[in-house]
């Protein structure tokens, strides 16, 4: 479609949307023909990075090399997440009302790639099968079973995880904070608790008893709750250039979180194909 605004009359909101919805169907169908071969499960293991470049399905609308801003990103988001949030569309991300994020990040425990190493990983000497581990994690964590949506007007809960402290990066104990948040817990991370608050209308509905489990589930972050439906922390919150870090706490540290995303980002990807498969086929 021609470049759409981000921002629109509240005369043309609703012809917008619709269109903007109708490109996004058009996009996923598009994609699914042309570099799926017509088979929807192949997303599964769809390294989002490689559409960098592709004017069609990777265009970032200016933004660079950003997965999160991709327009197949955006398309695929769009449809997937309304569950959790109804008034979700094409238009409402793409206008910033709503942001898309990564669930569990590499670079915390990675660092950068350089070359074909990670600069954080390096100084533990790494073996050949756990470098090639990482790498192998590191399109994983590029795949459409990593990404998730947040209301961001007002206070955006997926941008502030670039600058809060390093611990609360790591997405169990950020969606610990979001659960303390949603529950007014006076002792917890303020910067978070500020952001739930700013977006504080989109989570009305999950503001009862059980509805941040609600949240989750339609969400598809069970993997991240107990039994009772709780926050849990799952991961030793370790970051590659933390001071008086031991190679044998950082391998632990290592083979703990990769362990887990290896098994929960494509259980969260099968989970994502079958709500596109059920919504537009």
């Known amino acids: 479609m021609d470049r759409l605004p981000r921002r629109v009359d509240k005369s043309q909101e609703a012809e917008t949307i619709a269109a903007a919805e109708q490109y996004a169907a058009a996009l996923i169908s598009d994609f699914v023909k042309e570099r799926l071969d017509g088979d929807m ?45 109804p008034e979700l569309s094409y238009f409402r991300i793409h206008s910033y009302e709503y942001s898309i994020g990564l669930l569990n990040t590499s670079a915390m425990l990675l660092g ?72 007014d817990v006076k002792k917890m991370q303020m910067d978070i608790k500020a952001s739930v608050y700013g977006t504080r209308k989109y989570f009305k509905r999950y503001q009862c008893a059980g509805g941040f489990a609600d949240m989750c589930h339609r969400m598809m972050l069970d993997d991240y709750l107990d039994y009772h439906g709780k926050s849990i922390i799952l991961f030793d919150s370790v970051w590659s250039d933390q001071k008086d870090l031991t190679a044998e706490h950082y391998f632990k540290a290592f083979d703990n979180y990769l362990t887990f995303c290896e098994q929960v980002i494509p259980r969260r990807s099968d989970l994502i194909i079958k709500r596109l498969t059920e919504a537009l086929l």
């Not at 390294?47 to 991709?70: A, P, R, W």
Request: proline share 3%.
């Open 41 to 85: 499960t192949k997303l599964r293991d769809f390294d989002l990075l490689t559409l960098y470049g592709d004017e069609k399905y990777g265009n970032t609308d200016g933004y660079g090399c950003v997965i999160e801003q991709m327009a197949l990103v955006k398309a695929i988001c769009s449809v997937v997440y309304r569950k959790a949030w």
């Open 112 to 183: 950068c790639p350089v070359g074909d190493e990670f600069k954080g990983m390096t100084k533990f000497n790494p073996a050949q099968d756990q470098m090639k581990r990482a790498w192998a994690f590191y399109r994983l964590h590029h795949t459409i079973g990593n990404y998730v949506v947040w209301p961001s007007k007002d206070g955006s809960l997926v941008h502030l995880r670039d600058s809060i402290p390093r611990r609360y990066r790591y997405v169990d104990v950020y969606l610990a904070e979001i659960h303390k948040a949603m529950d």
